[in-house]
């Protein structure tokens, strides 16, 4: 991409019917390291690749936790993504102080929406950069939806952004089918493989560089990190030897 006469803003259009600003946006997400999100009938699970600056700097955390039903991934800027998960948090607490009720999942994400789109609107702002999977399980049942820094929402069974998440994707697209009736702790599993396509050759998925996160009928938002997550990847190392054999 290059600089143009119609990117000085984010309410300018192109002759084109296009807002390079939000274009821009949408390539920070893609910069970031990749997520991945699934559901089952009963569960939803992210995992994440967390990225450290430097060797002499800690990996920076990848999914928030925003109530005991709801949880977000990260990819993009991460200051951006702080912005917004502390607004969830504010609105998941104003809903069970007014309405004394855990804040629906798809009322969360449009709010968010809704605060993305009005940055394309009024001139002086900027889109946020960052892009989010949101999961939660409410009355409706699990669900898992993407933000993207347009103010669009969409809802999947599974779904990855960030680097190198189409490789992510394409393993979902032939897998999907399976999610509905998995246990957690497959799910998880399935998750890592995913994951693991939009890593780097040489790369590992190992404790240091992912994170965990779900949610669902029976477990509130739980996110594991560090040496919480090794019981997941030697699953997916004996998957992977079983395989082979």
């Known amino acids: 991409m290059f600089r143009n006469q119609y990117d000085n803003d984010a309410t300018t259009w192109s002759p084109h019917g296009r807002i390079f600003q939000v274009e821009y946006a949408s390539e920070a997400v893609k910069q970031g390291s990749a997520v991945v999100g699934l559901k089952s009938k009963d569960n939803v699970v992210l995992v994440a690749v967390k990225r450290s600056p430097n060797e002499l700097a800690s990996y920076q955390k990848k999914i928030v936790r925003i109530d005991d039903h709801m949880g977000i991934a990260m990819a993009g800027l991460t200051s951006d993504a702080r912005v917004l998960s502390n607004y969830l948090r ?11 009720r855990a804040l629906p999942v798809g009322r969360a994400v449009t709010s968010i929406g809704d605060k993305a789109q009005t940055n394309t609107q009024e001139y002086g702002r900027r889109p946020y950069g960052v892009g989010l999977l949101v999961i939660g399980h409410d009355d409706t049942g699990p669900h898992l939806y993407e933000f993207n820094p347009s103010g669009v929402v969409s809802e999947y069974y599974a779904y990855s952004i960030g680097a190198r998440s189409q490789s992510a994707r394409t393993n979902l697209e032939r ?3 399976k ?9 998880i599993v399935q998750g890592l493989r995913a994951l693991r396509d939009t890593l780097q050759q040489g790369k590992l998925l190992d404790t240091l560089n992912t994170s965990i996160g779900f949610v669902g009928k029976d477990a509130k938002m739980t996110i594991l990190d560090g040496e919480d997550t090794q019981a997941y990847l030697d699953l997916l190392d004996e998957g992977e030897a079983m395989e082979t054999e």
């Open 90 to 100: 504010s609105e998941a607490m104003r809903s069970k102080m007014v309405y004394g």
């Open 175 to 177: 897998n999907f089918e």
């Open 179 to 187: 999610f509905e009736d998995m246990p957690l702790k497959e799910l």
